[in-house]
């Protein structure tokens, strides 16, 4: 009774799971590298918020506004 029939992948199983994960990491680095550079490269612009706080408290504003 052989039982290491069906858990063997073979020499080209081996390739293909290595292939996957090998462009499942490089996806991710390049994700990742587009996030940091998108991230550096932009500079939102100012957007309109309060600058102090009023007595009604029913408005959102910046904790410390850069503008």
């Known amino acids: ?3 290491d029939a069906p ?3 073979g020499r080209r ?3 293909t799971l290595l292939g996957i994960g090998l462009a499942i990491v490089a996806l991710m680095a390049v994700a990742n ?3 940091v550079y ?5 500079q939102p612009e100012c957007v309109a918020h309060l600058k102090s706080p009023d007595e ?3 408005g959102y504003r910046a904790a410390k506004s850069a503008c």
């Open 7 to 9: 858990t063997r992948l």
């Open 33 to 35: 590298t587009h996030l």
């Open 1 to 3: 009774m052989n039982t």
């Open 56 to 58: 009604s408290g029913a």
């Open 13 to 15: 199983g081996r390739w």
């Open 38 to 42: 998108v991230s550096l490269a932009t």
